[in-house]
């Protein structure tokens, strides 16, 4: 049985997988390079609330939407593996939900949604409150959110080191890293689905 400690660690990781910070820096540089520093920040920090907001809303209620729609945890799990895959294929592909977006706060989006707190992190802090529960979800999103703000923040300079083509080869191999959660998480639900209906 792993620890408290390795089971918060494996789904921090997780969840900063699908978070991507590093690879969402250079876009969230790109949304606000017309800021000065001040205003940019105050976005970023905006945008940070709001995705917080949205991954705790569904750590603690997410459990309660599913059952009211009679969804049983196999389902969401082969569902949202399935959500996940098509997030890293994406990302794999160079596409961003963000890009199309125009004429609205760009801190709710899309640097809030769907950059940080997208469909790929609403499936993963569901996930992780089935299988270890609140208090790792909550910790890991406030982890990763630490993490994350840091890592937006000074994306300017992380950008400069990384060079395009780092940014580039980081974010698809956070997405590679994505899909093989992805399929995990479906053969985990089939798996449990195959053995309930055959106890």
């Known amino acids: 049985m792993p620890t408290l400690a390795e089971e918060l660690l494996r ?17 969230f540089h790109y949304f ?8 940019r920040i105050r976005t970023i920090r905006t945008s940070m609330v709001v995705a917080t907001g949205i991954l705790i809303l569904f750590a603690t209620a997410g459990e309660a939407m599913l059952s009211y729609f009679g ?23 160079g596409r961003s939900a963000a890009e199309e977006v125009r004429g609205e706060d760009i801190a709710v989006v899309p640097l809030a949604i769907p950059l940080l707190a997208g469909p790929g992190a609403i499936t993963a802090v569901v996930y992780i409150c089935y299988v270890a529960g609140l208090t790792t979800a ?18 300017d300079k992380l950008l400069s080191l990384l060079g395009r083509r780092g940014s580039v080869a980081l974010e698809k191999v956070m997405s590679i890293l994505l899909a093989a959660y992805a399929v995990a998480m479906v053969r985990e639900g089939v798996i449990a689905l195959i053995t309930s209906l055959h106890p």
């Open 11 to 27: 789904y921090s990781l997780m969840l900063f997988v699908v978070l991507d910070p590093p690879g969402n820096a250079p876009l």
């Open 32 to 39: 606000t390079r017309g800021m000065d520093r001040s205003a």
């Open 71 to 93: 969804i049983t945890v196999n389902d969401f799990r082969i569902a949202g593996g399935v959500v996940l895959f098509i997030y890293a294929v994406t990302g794999l592909l």
């Open 138 to 155: 909550l910790a890991a999103i406030g982890i990763n959110m630490v993490i994350a703000w840091l890592m937006l923040e000074n994306g």
